[in-house]
């Protein structure tokens, strides 16, 4: 599986951004979820948001409960993150991943994408 994010840039405090990540390359099974985690520097890469294919359920990190919205996009093969109220420390490096396990935490991840930086001015 390749994932191509998309949509990071620089946003005053208070603003929206909208992330947006590609899947391709095979099947993707039912057991297949994607999800976002970000890293900020000098600090470990933590989960942000999750939804699973076959259910469309999400889950959100305690961090973006409220402002943070993940879902998937019609062709089923592309997640967005709208993200809503941002703070000068949302600012990271914000990856997209997937799993083939059905749980998207760092040990379950079997693909990454390239991160997309998000910058929150304050």
């Known amino acids: 599986v390749q994932l191509q994010a998309s949509g990071g840039g620089l946003v005053q405090a208070g603003g929206s951004l909208r992330l947006s990540c590609a899947a391709s390359?095979?099947?993707?099974?039912?057991?297949?979820?994607m999800g976002w985690f970000r890293q900020a520097p000098g600090k470990e890469r933590e989960f942000v948001a999750a939804i699973t294919w076959s259910s469309g359920s999400t889950s959100n990190g305690d961090h973006v409960k409220g402002r943070f919205t993940i879902s998937r996009g019609n062709a089923k093969n592309t997640v967005y993150l709208q993200m809503n109220s941002l703070k000068p420390e949302d600012t990271a490096v914000y990856y997209c991943a997937a799993t083939l396990r059905g749980v998207v935490s760092l040990s379950t991840i079997d693909y990454w994408g390239k991160g997309t930086q998000v910058t929150v001015s304050s």
């Open positions: 390359g095979r099947s993707f099974g039912s057991r297949y979820a």
